[in-house]
């Protein structure tokens, strides 16, 4: 037995019970060695030890503030009863968001109803816990949950001096056996006359976080490996791009709603880029004019945006390869990358997303090809009855989407969109080669294999959450 | 996507159930949202049009379903124009055109006439751009009296839809709801108006009469169609193929300029498919028989001639620009689900990008020193790129956005992302260490930079220099074992004296250092934080 251990055992044998701040006393020795000499005791059954701790909630200034006025989630529903609100740049995001998820509004086309839950909402089951905590009363436990979670109350955990008192193992105070086995032992060969203790090992001994790839970085690039695995090339393109290479050259016409300012970002510092590919803007020009019988403004394809699509990388890469395609083989190619549309922020949407697209040019190409690459994708990825129809987009005829059953929202979600590019584009590309693309954004997926209540989850990046978070599943 | 909501009741008489309906709208390639006993409403894709109207609707389950076949000639005008619009001479270029219809005998009765309405409105949502490029106004033909003249007037007044006594123009455009959402349209000096005597009628492109409303009780119509050519054809001919399903008599109008022309102009489009064309593109053999059999159901008059199939593109289609929209509509007709899927010829082999490839390296090493990932935003604010890292903003230097509604700039250094996630990280045990891989945004003389970089940061009592140093180099050295060098740096971000500017084989890769305490306030972070930041591609090329 190791010196402190008998120390501490000989001080409970004399009062059989006693705080560890006693024993520190009794004993002389410092708390930390008190505390292995307990815990070492304690493990051989020889001591017990008796923890309390206690919880306290505090609230931060933030709930303070909420509770002397009102939660924005409640200054919404408020105004939403009170006249027509729409959703608009100056609507407060937090209180959309935990109005939309109390049930007590909904969003139809922009405009904020209030719903029968909160047309009757009378007393807000939030502030009431709030309110019973600055009292220094019970709170319903979900609902302090919910408080922490959003950063209105902080929770403190204190523990009160641990009791230790004799156990039933009867140790005699000289009894040997040694706790941890040192250099010494082993080198100088003492540990053969040594007893090592046994500890008891369903002891909680605490948990060390590994470093890890971020959730998002992970689910890309398992989305990677199964192109690479399906023998693409990876590519990649700017996410500042004129209008040209992400509207235009895609066939979509210049007066297209997508290009409003609503959808699109659109910068001011650079206003505009100059479209390099002289040779490639005229084709297309031409094209949108034989096409949509309307004028095609040359100064509109300057305008300089964040793409909205990874499509602009697909359309680069057709032109760039399209004096390259061999007969003999297709060319395979993807890409994934940041996209960027101008939506307000909240649970569902964010600003900025993630995309995947893919092409293959070359001879012979056919719809029954594109057909067999996606389902061999959706397979590699978990989604074997994803399903096929037909759909349109200005890049490609015949066009298609891929569908599946999403059993949490219990309903089909859309999830990429695909087809055989138009030769109005192709062909201002320079190929006569055929052309299959396709997009799919990869938040969509991402929601199937990590546990998050809104996609903006992904980026508060606090460790806790970072270490905590749960394996992605498919 | 535009949604629109039709008749279930309605859409009944194809002949088919409910659920043939719902199968067939999805086949057809639009998305059902939700039904109802009474209606269905259809994410509808902005190409088919024609399908936002009932009557269209009716029109395309039917062939869909072989319960009617396109026949030639079935969409023909009365030869015998009922009307004449003359234009006047104070109609000046910019202002819009115009086209007519007049319609005779249908049947408005039920629900009909809110349904044509309904379909015209969105139609002068959707393809005429919010009425930028073309509008639509429906007239009872029987209270438009005396000529009708299409002319530009600095004053007037009209009985606005739905009021009962005259406004004047100018109060029309200003305080009703359709002059508010389309009043930009006009140049407010000269107002386009449609009179019929002296009666004005519509107020183009805004809205029309309560002279000359439409009812479920209206038998005979005259419609207008102004914006600009072609849409304005293209849309009066989805309007009459419309009527003349309906089982109305529809007439033309003469519009008359210098001269009289007659509109709108129905002839039919032909274009030219031959077999391989569909072969080629969907991957099916397939016979001629078959291919105009299949372009039947989707409303194509088809005929042989010589080795090719002419394909006569019905008028109510707007969107048919070459054979491939046919070759997509015989692959509805023959079922996406029927086409075999067949592998791609050829043996590829996968290949990462060269620069994807060294930063999954650098994180590998990065994970293996104790790092763990964190990914921030793209699109930030002043206040938090530059503000808090004591900073300068220079909007000349940052890419920055139009018209946003959740940020203003693109980031230029990792550092704040970093430097966020770490203070976010206030409750969580210390030593911390994080790091991050991304993309990076400046603009130099007009012309963008998008740059990799990496960043990585330790905190805790012990993020000093010489620990980020000491990992630094441990990040580097297996990288094929490169001269490393530092040489003092300057930057308001990290303390005076205990920064480095990192060169690798001689040339800058990037900085290290201890972050300014006074930044470390700004971000609420308690601990000491040192910080590596190097750029991707200069790394590569240094290596």
């Keep these: 037995m190791h010196e402190y251990e008998s120390a501490v055992l000989k001080a409970l044998k004399e009062s059989q019970r006693m705080s560890v701040t006693e024993l520190e006393k009794k004993t002389g020795l410092s708390r930390d060695k008190v505390m292995w000499a307990v815990e070492n005791l304690s493990s051989s059954g020889a001591a017990k030890v008796e923890r309390s701790e206690s919880i306290s909630y505090t609230l931060t200034k933030e709930a303070q503030g909420y509770l002397e006025g009102e939660f924005p989630e409640e200054s919404l529903l408020k105004s939403a009863i009170s006249g027509k609100q729409t959703v608009n740049k100056n609507t407060d995001k937090i209180g959309l968001m935990w109005a939309k998820k109390n049930n007590w509004i909904t969003i139809s086309e922009g405009v904020i109803k209030p719903t029968a839950d909160g047309r009757s909402m009378r007393s807000y089951e939030l502030r009431n816990a709030l309110k019973s905590i600055s009292e220094g009363k019970h709170a319903d436990n979900v609902m302090i949950n919910l408080a922490i979670k959003r950063g209105l109350a902080t929770e403190e955990i204190s523990h009160s001096d641990p009791i230790v008192s004799l156990g039933k193992a009867d140790l005699s105070i000289e009894a040997s056996g040694a706790g941890a086995l040192t250099r010494e032992m082993i080198t100088t060969g003492r540990w053969k006359h040594t007893k090592l203790r046994p500890y008891d090992v369903t002891v909680d001994s605490g948990r060390t976080f590994p470093a890890r790839r971020h959730p998002m970085r992970e689910f890309i690039n398992r989305i990677r490996d199964v192109w690479l695995r399906m023998g693409f090339i990876e590519v990649s393109g700017p996410m500042i791009e004129p209008a040209f290479w992400n509207f235009d050259a895609l066939f979509v016409p210049q007066d297209h709603p997508a290009r409003d300012m609503q959808d699109t970002f659109f910068l001011s510092n650079p206003k505009e880029m100059d479209v390099e590919d002289v040779e490639a803007l005229n084709s297309i020009k031409s094209s949108h004019e034989k096409g949509w019988s309307d004028q095609f403004n040359t100064e509109i394809s300057k305008h300089a945006l964040l793409r909205t699509h990874t499509t602009s990388v697909s359309v680069r890469n057709v032109r760039k390869f399209a004096k390259m395609v061999t007969a003999s083989e297709p060319v395979k190619l993807f890409s994934i990358g940041k996209v960027f549309r101008n939506e307000a922020i909240d649970y569902k949407h964010l600003a900025e997303l993630h995309m995947v697209d893919g092409i293959m040019i070359g001879d012979g190409l056919t719809l029954s090809n594109l057909i067999y690459t996606l389902k061999e994708f959706m397979d590699q990825i978990g989604l074997p009855k994803a399903r096929l129809k037909p759909s349109y987009f200005p890049f490609v005829e015949p066009g298609l989407e891929i569908h599946y059953f999403n059993e949490d929202l219990g309903s089909e979600v859309e999830l990429a969109g695909a087809g055989v590019m138009r030769h109005e584009i192709t062909k201002a590309m320079g190929t006569d080669k055929a052309v299959l693309a396709w997009g799919m954004g990869i938040e969509r997926l991402i929601m199937r294999s990590i546990k998050i209540d809104s996609l903006s989850d992904l980026y508060h990046n606090d460790i806790g959450w970072l270490n905590n978070r749960e394996e992605l599943k498919v | ?543």
């Design chain 2, 1 to 543: 996507m535009p949604t629109i909501t039709l008749s279930m009741t309605r859409l009944k008489e194809s002949g088919a159930t409910e659920d043939e309906i719902k199968s067939m709208i999805d086949r057809i390639g639009m998305s059902v949202e939700s039904t109802d006993k009474e209606s269905i409403t259809i994410e509808f894709t902005p190409n088919r049009m024609d399908l936002m109207d009932t009557t269209g609707m009716i029109r395309a389950l039917k062939l869909f379903s072989g319960k009617r076949r396109p026949k030639d000639k079935e969409y023909t005008l009365k030869q015998d124009p009922a009307l004449r619009i003359n234009v006047d001479r104070t109609i000046s270029k910019t202002m819009p055109q115009i086209s007519g219809i007049v319609v005779r005998n249908i049947d408005l009765s039920g629900s009909k006439a809110d349904d044509l309405i309904a379909f015209t409105e969105k139609l002068s949502a959707t393809f005429g751009r919010k009425r930028r490029k073309m509008s639509v106004g429906l007239h009872d033909l029987d209270m438009v009296k005396g000529e009708v003249t299409y002319a530009a007037e600095t004053h007037g007044s009209m009985v606005p839809l739905g009021a009962t006594s005259s406004q004047d123009y100018t109060t029309i455009v200003n305080t009703h709801e359709k002059g508010i959402e389309f009043g930009a349209l006009l140049d407010k000096k000269r107002y386009p108006v449609l009179k019929a005597g002296e009666t004005t009628i519509a107020l183009i492109p805004i809205l029309n009469s309560d002279t000359t409303k439409v009812t479920s009780r209206t038998r005979n119509l005259f419609i207008d169609i102004t914006g600009t050519y072609p849409a304005i054809n293209q849309a009066a001919r989805m309007i009459a193929c419309s009527m003349i399903d309906a089982g109305a008599d529809v007439y033309p109008c003469i519009v008359s300029k210098r001269k009289d022309q007659p509109t709108p102009d129905m002839s039919v489009r032909i274009i030219n498919l031959r077999r391989s064309d569909v072969e080629r593109t969907l991957g099916i053999e397939i016979d001629d028989e078959r291919i105009m059999a299949l372009a039947g159901r989707m409303g194509y008059v088809t005929a042989k001639y010589g080795r090719s199939i002419m394909v006569m593109i019905p008028q109510y289609r707007a969107d048919v620009i070459s054979s491939q929209d046919i070759v997509e509509d015989i692959a509805i007709s023959y079922g996406y689900e029927n086409i075999k899927p067949q592998p791609v010829f050829g043996n590829s082999i996968g290949k990462q990008e060269e620069i994807n490839e060294f930063v999954e390296k650098l994180s590998l090493l990065l994970i293996g020193m104790g790092f763990t990932e964190s990914m921030g935003m793209y699109i930030t604010t002043e206040k938090d790129e530059f503000e808090s890292m004591g900073e300068n903003f220079d909007e000349k230097k940052s890419v920055v956005l139009a018209n946003s509604k959740s940020g203003s700039i693109l980031r230029s250094s990792l550092m704040p992302s970093v430097l966020a996630t770490i203070s976010a990280s206030a409750h969580d045990p210390m030593p911390q260490n994080i790091f991050e891989a991304g993309h990076v945004f400046s603009v130099r003389d007009t012309k963008v930079y998008e740059i990799m970089m990496a960043c990585f940061a330790s905190c805790g009592p012990k993020a000093d220099f010489a620990s980020i140093k000491s990992h630094l180099v441990g990040l580097l050295k297996p990288l094929g074992n490169p001269d490393i060098s530092f040489k003092d740096s300057s930057s308001e971000r990290m303390i005076k004296g205990r920064q480095a500017k990192v060169y690798v084989n001689n040339k800058e890769i990037g900085v290290i250092g201890e972050v300014n305490p006074m930044v470390l306030n700004n971000f609420k972070i308690e601990e000491p934080v040192s910080i590596a930041e190097i750029n991707i591609g200069s790394l590569m090329a240094a290596l």
